[in-house]
């Protein structure tokens, strides 16, 4: 699929959404000089006051869009709290766009402890050594924990915290947006009551 056009038709089978966002995405790839997997996510805390934050996609499939993150952390703790959230991806050298939203589960442990593992030693250290969204009051304080937990698991396998996982979104929208000139732009919405159902699929106004 060329980045100058968007074939909206070419993708006819029940999770076509899934099927365009992977095209989009492997060219992002190809054309994005940093993080291509980058997504903004907006969640809602219990007063009903929207957050808003860059995470890295790990994974998706017509399941799901996966990300990880610590539990005790502030997004971590409003998608426990209200099971719902929603991404936007923006590819500024494609000059695209895909918005979703929907309902939010936690991972299985399977998953989690299999991504865990590969991530970066150092990574997995700062998983344990990150108090994270929580008050720090000062950098050697974090210097100080991850010196702690390097020591602490100096030898062998790193476990996976008992309080970082991932979560799924479960989208019952997904919109694909193409700039176009004088602001015409190419907008395709597909939409679903539930994560179970069928998709429909609805051209809208740019």
């Not at 799901?64 to 959230?85: I, M, P, R």
């Not at 924990?145 to 390097?150: G, P």
């Not at 008992?162 to 479960?170: N, Q, V």
Request: glycine letters at 6%; hydrophobic letters at 35%; charged letters at 30%.
């Amino acid at each position: 699929m060329s980045g100058s056009e968007l074939t909206f038709g070419d993708f006819t089978e029940e999770n076509e959404p899934f099927a365009l966002f992977g095209a989009w995405l492997k060219e992002a790839e190809a054309s994005e000089i940093n993080d291509p997997n980058a997504v903004s996510l907006a969640t809602v805390d219990a007063d009903g006051l929207p957050n808003v934050r860059m995470v890295l996609l790990k994974g998706y499939d017509v399941h799901g869009f996966v990300f990880y993150t610590n539990f005790e952390s502030q997004k971590g703790q409003e998608l426990l709290g209200q099971k719902k959230a929603a991404m936007c991806f923006h590819w500024k050298s494609l000059r695209r766009q895909v918005r979703l939203r929907g309902e939010v589960e936690v991972v299985t442990d399977a998953e989690a402890d299999a991504y865990y593992q590969q991530r970066p030693r150092g990574s997995r250290i700062g998983a344990w050594a990150s108090k994270q969204s929580r008050p720090l009051e000062g950098r050697f304080a974090l210097e100080k924990a991850v010196a702690e937990y390097t020591a602490r698991y100096a030898v062998g396998e790193i476990p996976r915290p008992p309080y970082w996982s991932g979560f799924r979104i479960k989208p019952v929208s997904i919109e694909f947006w193409h700039d176009r000139k004088f602001r015409l732009h190419d907008r395709m919405e597909f939409r679903r009551e539930t994560p179970d159902d069928f998709w429909s699929k609805v051209r809208m106004y740019p």
